[in-house]
């Protein structure tokens, strides 16, 4: 029998998308350390500024060959693959809190807890932060239903105000569709009490069509 001097070349890139893959996710969590560092400190002015010097110097690693702005970056796939670096789900971003995304019986449900970089009221998640989580598993519910869509409406509302450090649900559905048209619900509980609703969403996504994906999204690969 013969073992294969080379790994074969699927096998390779595999393992290389998975080294790039924990890297970008380890760096995102030190991130995610330092954002929320940085808004509950209450250091000097001097440490403060020691830590800018020290930012900026990490910065200057992080130059060299960047991604263009239609991109999909190769740790990614699009639509319906990781994405390492968005705002809600992604492992390597600074912004998400992040996201853990599972199927239910009949839609999606997110696992997350907010922290002071995503305040609003003292004590409370932004508004804004519940429409983003709302809007990315709404419009992860239509790729997990099969109908991939953009987000033309998205009606909010606040019932309860969202608490920071606590752990959420944040839920999906698609509920119909006409045409293009794809219809969704979603709404934010905590995970302790999942049967009250703090915000709730309804949303209307519309499915592009082929001429409208291939000029809004040119760096999408072909197998996607
Ligand atoms: C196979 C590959 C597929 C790839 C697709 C990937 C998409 C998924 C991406 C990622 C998934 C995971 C990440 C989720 C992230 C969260 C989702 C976001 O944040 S998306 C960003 C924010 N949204 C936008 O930037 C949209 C901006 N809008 C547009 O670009 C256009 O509106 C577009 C292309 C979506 C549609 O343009 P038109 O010209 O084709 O559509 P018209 O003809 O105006 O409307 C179609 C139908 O929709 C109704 N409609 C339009 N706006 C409406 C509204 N506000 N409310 C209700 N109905 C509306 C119209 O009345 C019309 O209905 P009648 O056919 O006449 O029955």
Request: glycine share 6%.
């Given at each position: 029998m013969h073992t294969p001097l080379t790994e074969p070349p699927a096998a390779a890139e595999a393992e290389h998308l998975e080294r790039q893959r924990a890297a970008i996710t380890r760096l995102g969590h030190e991130l995610r350390a330092l954002v929320e560092a940085t808004v509950r400190t209450a250091a000097s002015h001097d440490t403060l500024h020691r830590a800018a010097d020290g930012v900026r110097h990490v910065t200057g690693q992080l130059t060299g060959r960047r991604r263009a702005r239609a991109e999909v970056p190769e740790v990614d796939g699009f639509p319906g693959g990781p994405r390492m670096y968005s705002p809600v789900v992604g492992a390597g971003s600074p912004l998400a809190p992040p996201v853990h995304i599972t199927p239910t019986d009949d839609g999606l449900i997110g696992h997350c807890t907010l922290g002071f970089a995503h305040e609003g009221p003292p004590g409370y998640g932004h508004g804004g932060m519940s429409a983003m989580l709302l809007d990315e598993l709404m419009g992860q519910a239509c790729t997990a239903a099969g109908t991939p869509g953009l987000t033309v409406s998205l009606q909010m509302r606040y019932h309860q105000p969202i608490p920071l450090e606590t752990p959420l649900h944040i839920l999906g559905r698609v509920t119909g569709t006409?045409?293009?048209?794809?219809?969704?619900?979603?709404?934010?509980?905590?995970?302790?009490?999942?049967?009250?609703?703090?915000?709730?969403?309804?949303?209307?996504?519309?499915?592009?069509d082929p001429d409208q994906v291939r000029a809004l999204f040119p760096g999408m690969r072909e197998e996607a």
């Open positions: 006409n045409n293009r048209k794809i219809f969704v619900t979603g709404a934010i509980t905590t995970q302790a009490d999942p049967s009250t609703n703090l915000v709730t969403a309804d949303g209307v996504f519309i499915a592009p």
